[in-house]
Every structure is written in C-alpha cells, then in structure tokens.
C-alpha cells in the first residue's frame, strides 16, 4: 500500500493548485483522509482531514481557501488551494487511514509529500 501525491510546484501569490493523492495497492477499506504541511523549522501541521462520507474538518489557516474532497472509487482524495500566499509554501502531505486486505485493523500510512512554492 502507498500514498502517491501529485499537483505540487511553483505558483505566483494569489494563484491556485490541486493537489491530488491517490491510495494504491490492494485495499479493503479508507476510512478518514487528510492533508498536512510542513514549512521549513516548523512543525507538521493538519490542514483539513474528510471522512468516508465527506464531512470535513479545516484549520483556521485553511478555512475559506482550501477544500479537501474525495473519490472514493479512485481512492483519491484532493487538496483545492486558492488566494495562495508565500506563507502556504511547504512540503504538503497526504495521510490515509485504511484496512490493507489481509489485515484486522486499520492502519495510518503517509504520501512522500509534494513541495509546493508560493513566489511574492
């Protein structure tokens, strides 16, 4: 099982990027999915988590400017970012908790990260 992030890259100030991550490999069930970051000398820090059933949940950095959503037939979940800042620019992180087939208990598992620049 992996977590696969893509969308990342460099942006002007005031623009928008989708990030997307899709699950991989051979799954039963996902349950909740969400999307850190983690700026450079700082902390992890949760954006904005969605469950099953698309109930979502943001940070007050994130409110008003990111929506998270999901597919789960393609067990994929997005990171719509708009009004971009320099502050936003980090290393943005996907994790999912999810039962791998073959397994009893749910699992946490985390993508590579995907850098994201936000040029003034």
């Known amino acids: 099982v992996q977590l696969v992030e893509s969308g990342g890259g460099l942006v002007q100030a005031g623009g928008s990027l989708r990030l997307s991550c899709a699950a991989s490999?051979?799954?039963?069930?996902?349950?909740?999915m969400a999307w850190y970051r983690q700026a450079p000398g700082k902390q992890r820090e949760l954006l904005a988590a969605?469950?099953?059933?698309?109930?979502?949940n943001y940070a007050d950095s994130a409110k008003g400017r990111f929506t998270i959503s999901r597919d789960n037939a393609k067990n994929t979940v997005y990171l719509q970012m708009s009004r971009l800042k320099p502050e936003d620019t980090a290393v943005y992180y996907c994790k999912a908790t999810l039962l791998p087939q073959g397994r009893l208990t749910f699992e946490t598992y985390w993508g590579q990260g995907t850098q994201v620049t936000v040029s003034s």
């Open positions: 490999g051979t799954i039963y069930s996902i349950s909740d």
């Open positions: 969605i469950t099953t059933d698309a109930r979502t």
